[in-house]
């Protein structure tokens, strides 16, 4: 049996007989650099024009192999469970394809031998370059990226070796528990109750935190204590079995502070099993639209993934990442609207 013919796949050369040019002009035209070589704008329309007509796809990988290029970016996060992390890397991808760039997010679980794992494939791979994102111990893994000559950047939590891009931790846990005594205080609730839940000790982000809601406890006159700040972990039963012992003790305290969208997960499921625990005011240092949703009022503060993703694209330009290579991005404070009522 005759085997059917199969289309041929068009190459540089039939754009360049097409347009009565050359494949090197042609392949300066297709990668961008025809202004540079000084090639006139209406051949490089005309030639753009006759591949898009011709249906001209470049062969990416033997490209990549003649310009030792992959076109693959790469990112690890820890998971998508929450808007932050899915955030960050909906927006990374967008940015890489705006640069003609393959996007591949991978997520870790926050365990560092799948983290190693991950970032020696991508290498492997010759990702142009890594963003290491939620990683606790980042520096072993920019060793990683350097030994390989892999541009990388740190985000949200920051590392020594490499460029870092981080929220301000520090000034938006002040700015919420301000708010959060506030609106202690006009609930007729004592404020010196307020505890913060969630995160790690040790860790960046958290410790960050935890120095400013004891900044803001202080600044109200609130002497902060060490038995309120309950450092359980992200994960939503972890910080479920926090509220059941704090709320054991009677009642949960006026004001609660949890650390993570993901503890606020285990709030919300505590608070539905047992409603009569009390109504505190709550504020939580991440945000999502559906904790409207919940009877009792809510402070949130959302992280600003997009500007996060803009200074590690800058980053990866060339520009300067600033004081101890290290940028911080102001969050935004998010007071739900008529939730702050007795």
Same mark, same amino acid.
Request: net charge neutral; charged share 25%; aromatic share 6%.
């Given at each position: 049996?005759?085997?059917?013919?199969?289309?041929?796949?068009?190459?540089?050369?039939? =754009?360049?007989?097409?347009?009565?040019?050359?494949?090197?002009?042609?392949?300066?035209?297709? *990668?961008?650099?025809?202004?540079?070589?000084?090639?006139?704008?209406?051949?490089?329309?005309?030639?753009?024009?006759?591949?898009?007509?011709?249906?001209?796809?470049? *062969?990416?990988?033997?490209?990549? /192999?003649? /310009? *030792?290029?992959?076109?693959?970016?790469?990112?690890?996060?820890?998971?998508?469970?929450?808007?932050?992390?899915?955030?960050?890397?909906?927006?990374?991808?967008?940015?890489?394809?705006?640069? !003609?760039?393959?996007?591949?997010?991978?997520?870790?679980?926050?365990?560092?031998?799948?983290?190693? &794992?991950?970032?020696?494939?991508?290498?492997?791979?010759?990702?142009?370059?890594?963003?290491?994102?939620?990683?606790?111990?980042?520096?072993?893994?920019?060793?990683?990226?350097?030994?390989?000559?892999?541009? #990388?950047?740190?985000?949200?939590?920051?590392?020594?070796? %490499?460029?870092?891009?981080?929220?301000? *931790?520090?000034?938006? %846990?002040?700015?919420?528990?301000?708010?959060?005594?506030? %609106?202690?205080?006009?609930?007729?609730?004592?404020?010196?109750?307020?505890?913060?839940?969630?995160?790690?000790?040790?860790?960046?982000?958290?410790?960050?935190?935890?120095?400013?809601?004891?900044?803001?406890?202080?600044?109200?006159?609130?002497?902060?204590?060490?038995? &309120? =700040?309950?450092?359980?972990?992200?994960?939503? &039963?972890?910080?479920?079995?926090?509220?059941?012992?704090?709320?054991?003790?009677?009642?949960?305290?006026?004001?609660?502070?949890?650390?993570?969208?993901?503890?606020?997960? !285990?709030?919300?499921?505590?608070?539905?099993?047992?409603?009569?625990?009390?109504?505190?005011?709550?504020? #939580?240092?991440?945000?999502?639209?559906?904790?409207?949703?919940?009877?009792?009022?809510?402070?949130?503060?959302?992280?600003?993934?997009?500007?996060?993703?803009?200074?590690?694209?800058? =980053?990866?330009? !060339? &520009?300067?990442? !600033?004081?101890?290579?290290? =940028?911080?991005?102001?969050?935004?404070?998010?007071?739900?609207?008529?939730?702050?009522?007795?």
């Amino acid at each position: 049996m005759a085997r059917k013919p199969t289309k041929r796949r068009s190459t540089i050369y039939d =754009i360049a007989q097409e347009t009565g040019t050359s494949a090197s002009t042609v392949s300066l035209v297709l *990668n961008g650099s025809w202004e540079r070589y000084r090639i006139n704008a209406d051949t490089a329309e005309r030639i753009l024009a006759t591949a898009e007509r011709i249906g001209y796809r470049a *062969n990416l990988r033997a490209r990549g /192999l003649r /310009l *030792n290029r992959s076109s693959l970016a790469g990112m690890i996060i820890p998971h998508y469970r929450n808007r932050f992390f899915a955030g960050l890397a909906e927006a990374f991808e967008l940015k890489a394809r705006e640069r !003609g760039l393959c996007p591949i997010v991978v997520s870790t679980q926050r365990d560092a031998p799948t983290e190693r &794992k991950v970032t020696q494939t991508l290498i492997a791979q010759q990702v142009e370059f890594l963003i290491i994102a939620g990683v606790q111990d980042c520096d072993e893994l920019d060793e990683l990226c350097a030994a390989a000559g892999i541009a #990388c950047v740190n985000l949200d939590l920051p590392g020594t070796l %490499a460029p870092s891009v981080v929220t301000d *931790n520090r000034g938006g %846990a002040r700015e919420l528990t301000r708010h959060l005594v506030a %609106a202690a205080r006009e609930r007729g609730g004592d404020p010196a109750k307020i505890h913060f839940v969630g995160g790690r000790s040790g860790e960046f982000a958290t410790e960050e935190r935890v120095i400013g809601f004891t900044e803001a406890l202080a600044e109200a006159g609130i002497s902060p204590d060490p038995s &309120k =700040i309950l450092c359980c972990g992200y994960l939503p &039963k972890a910080a479920h079995e926090a509220f059941s012992g704090l709320a054991a003790a009677g009642k949960l305290p006026d004001g609660l502070f949890v650390n993570s969208i993901t503890a606020f997960e !285990g709030f919300a499921a505590f608070f539905q099993e047992s409603p009569e625990a009390g109504q505190p005011v709550v504020a #939580c240092f991440d945000w999502d639209p559906f904790a409207a949703t919940l009877p009792l009022p809510v402070i949130m503060m959302r992280q600003n993934v997009e500007e996060m993703i803009r200074h590690c694209f800058d =980053i990866l330009d !060339g &520009k300067p990442a !600033g004081p101890n290579g290290r =940028i911080v991005v102001e969050p935004t404070l998010a007071v739900l609207p008529g939730r702050l009522k007795r």
